[in-house]
């Protein structure tokens, strides 16, 4: 016991009290580790008693697929006189497992022998449930970048590229020293750069996301057309933790609309000279049929006057030709 400022004396039921407060399943074991005492939060987790719980009999309590590992470290541990950590899941008096974080520390005498065991279980069910899920999304994002034919890459709050990178380094043929920092730039054509780095070094300013079209040095030399965005991560503070963008390789895309934009233009290039044999063939025929019907109308009138009328069926079939010609056109 102790003897605070005020003269009010902390009772060994003080401390026994602020052991079955805590939020931790607690526990004291004898030099060996054989467990002699648990704190309210442990029997009130596992609904047992001491005398079910006592030495070892915690062991009943673990998973089957866990329990001989645990024991082997939690006795090594106590041989070793070493503090112990481990994790594992404990059947609860609901029949349902949950993940716990135990950790032990020897208490020793002043000739340095161990005296007991102080311990604490904490529930870590949830936490292990979020690092679980993180870890799903991380996996299925690598599964992702693998997948992508796009280059993928991260840089620091200073828009620095830093190693490793594996996809920009395989992709530029760039070694780590050669794309860090700013050195990723090098890879630019030199008649892109200077646009590049601005528009670059103007969203790491603005904190705005990254958007520009470039070209590119392959590995082996040959130039390719590049689409290029990134965006800023913020951490939950709100401060900038790091930018991650991609490279796409869009060369393929841009011949495909380079080509499409020629077939285009030559269409275009056919219907203005067909238009315009058109109106030349409108013109040129004009005149001529406008004759032959011309021609017809006074051929007929002759025909009348010569006794010729016989004919006129005829020459008024030329006629109506020649002036169908001429609606067409």
Partial sequence: MSEPVGGDAVTDDDFRNLADALPQLAWIARADGHIIWYNARWYDFTGTTLEEMQGWGWRKLHHPDHIAAVEVRYRLAVEAGVPWEDTF??????????????QAMPHRAPDGSI?????????????RGTEERLRHSEERFRALVD???????????EGELLPPQPRWGAYTGQTEEAYQGWGWVDAIHPEDRGEVAEAWARSVEERVPY???HRLRRHDG????????GVPVLASDGTLREWVGTHVDIT??????????????AAEAANRAKSQFIANMSHEL????SA?????????????DIGQAALLPDLRKIEAAARHLLSLI
């Avoid at 899941?89 to 135990?102: K, M």
């Avoid at 997948?147 to 709050?157: F, G």
């Avoid at 032959?292 to 009348?304: D, Q, R």
């Fill in 286 to 289: 004009r005149t001529p049929l």
């Fill in 292 to 304: 032959v019907i011309g021609y017809s109308e006074m051929l007929g009138e002759e025909l009348e």
């Fill in 252 to 265: 393929v895309r841009k011949e495909a609309e380079a080509e499409a934009e020629r077939a285009r233009q």
């Fill in 89 to 102: 899941p404990l059947l609860g008096a609901n029949g349902e497992y949950r993940w716990f974080l135990s």
């Fill in 115 to 127: 005296l007991r065991w102080y311990g604490t279980n904490t529930d870590i069910t949830r936490r």
């Fill in 222 to 229: 040959v130039w390719r057309d590049m689409e290029a965005r």
């Fill in 147 to 157: 997948a992508s034919a796009a280059v993928i890459w991260n840089t620091n709050a």
């Fill in 211 to 213: 958007f520009v079209t």
